[in-house]
C-alpha cells in the first residue's frame, strides 16, 4: 500500500506565506513525476506545480515567481513553497506523484494525498 500525506495548510494572511510538505510512503521502488494541485470552492482541480524526477520545474502562469516546489528523494517527500499568497490561492492542495511500487514486479501506480486546506486572508 502507497500513500501521500500531505500537511503544512492553515490561515495565512495575504502577503505571507507557508510551506507544504507531502510524504510518500509504503513498498516504492522510486517515484518519477510529482506535483502539487489545488482546488477552490466551484473551481475545477488544476495543477500548480510539477517537478520531474530530475528536478525539472514547471508551473502554473498563476502561482510563477511565488511559489518554489522542490523534492527530497531521500524523504520521498515533495514541498511547495508558497509566498506571496493572494486570497485566490485559497484552495484544497493535493500533492500527486507516479509512483513504482514494488521491486519484483514493479508498476506505475498515480496517487493522490487526501488534501490539506490553505485559506488565504484578505
Known amino acids: 500500500q502507497v500513500q501521500l500525506v500531505e500537511s503544512g495548510g492553515g490561515l495565512v494572511q495575504a502577503g505571507g506565506s507557508l510551506r507544504l510538505s507531502c510524504a510518500a510512503s509504503?513498498?516504492?521502488?522510486?517515484?518519477?513525476?510529482m506535483g502539487w494541485y489545488r482546488q477552490a470552492p466551484g473551481k475545477q482541480r488544476e495543477l500548480v506545480a510539477h517537478i520531474t524526477s530530475g528536478g525539472t520545474t514547471t508551473y502554473a502562469d498563476s502561482v510563477k515567481g511565488r511559489f518554489t516546489i522542490s523534492r527530497d528523494n531521500v524523504k520521498n517527500t515533495v514541498y511547495l513553497q508558497m509566498n506571496s499568497l493572494k486570497p485566490e490561492d485559497t484552495a484544497v492542495y493535493y500533492c500527486?506523484?507516479?509512483?513504482?511500487?514494488?521491486?519484483?514486479?514493479?508498476?506505475?501506480?498515480?496517487?493522490w494525498g487526501q488534501g490539506t486546506q490553505v485559506t488565504v486572508s484578505s
Open positions: 509504503g513498498s516504492i521502488f522510486s517515484i518519477n513525476a
Open positions: 500527486n506523484a507516479i509512483i513504482i511500487k514494488g521491486s519484483i514486479a514493479p508498476k506505475p501506480v498515480l496517487t
